[in-house]
């Protein structure tokens, strides 16, 4: 699995965007980018997923730019539940079924009011 | 998506004795995770456990300390064994999704304290 790396925390006023990049310079051609939110108490919770490009589901954005050695999740619009930890993840495909969740350090993310 | 209950969601146990955590799921998944995530810190994975046969233990964790069963294909136990006041950590299984890649579900959890 390739490394990752993402700040170890960030703060953002309610009602803004919030952008946390990971950075994963050795992604191989199969990997895809995962991104799950962790709560206090609480187990991981997947969040979004994407290969190249930008991907968007109810809850976020992804922005993959072309040469996938990074990725951005966008959460817009924060509110205080959106403070949690946020981690990045890489992964092949390959292994679909039988993954081995290789969790980075994360960045925690504190909502100010 | 599935789901996982865990029990207990805490304990506090004495040093050197063992606790059992159960770990249920509302659907049959072929794999099932163990890991742990240590005050603080992030997740890390203790093994693997796929109904049918011995769990698949990662570096630096092994059966003796950590026994699973995997009897069915909704439920598990991890033992933590001859506990140490290092083994306080939360314990947390998850299971496979057919959605997509690496996209697993996780439990609650289980907050484990040793004195």
């Known amino acids: 699995l390739a490394k990752t790396t993402q700040p170890i925390s960030m703060d953002s006023y309610e009602g803004q965007e919030v952008n946390i990049t990971c950075s994963h310079n050795n992604i191989a051609t199969n990997d895809y980018i995962t991104w799950y939110q962790q709560f206090p108490s609480q187990g991981p919770r997947f969040i979004i997923q994407?290969?190249?490009t930008k991907v968007t589901n109810e809850v976020a954005s992804l922005f993959i730019p072309a040469d996938r050695k990074s990725s951005t999740l966008s959460l817009p619009r924060v509110s205080l539940s959106d403070t949690a930890v946020y981690y990045c993840l890489v992964g092949d495909e390959s292994n679909f079924g039988n993954e081995k969740l290789t969790f980075g350090t994360g960045t925690r993310l504190t909502i100010i009011p | 998506s599935a789901v996982i209950s865990q029990k207990p969601s805490r304990d506090i146990c004495q040093r050197g004795t063992s606790l059992t955590i159960q770990c249920q799921v509302d659907s049959q998944v072929t794999m099932m995770f163990w890991y742990r995530q240590q005050p603080g810190q992030s997740l890390t994975l203790i093994a693997t456990a796929n109904q049918g046969s011995e769990a698949t233990y990662e570096s630096g964790f092994v059966i003796d300390k950590f026994p699973i069963s995997r009897p069915n294909l909704t439920f598990s136990t991890l033992t933590v064994s001859n506990m140490s006041p290092e083994d306080s950590s939360i314990y947390l299984c998850s299971v496979e999704s057919r959605r997509g890649v690496y996209e697993q579900y996780f439990g609650p959890g289980t907050r484990l304290t040793v004195t």
């Open positions: 994407g290969y190249k």
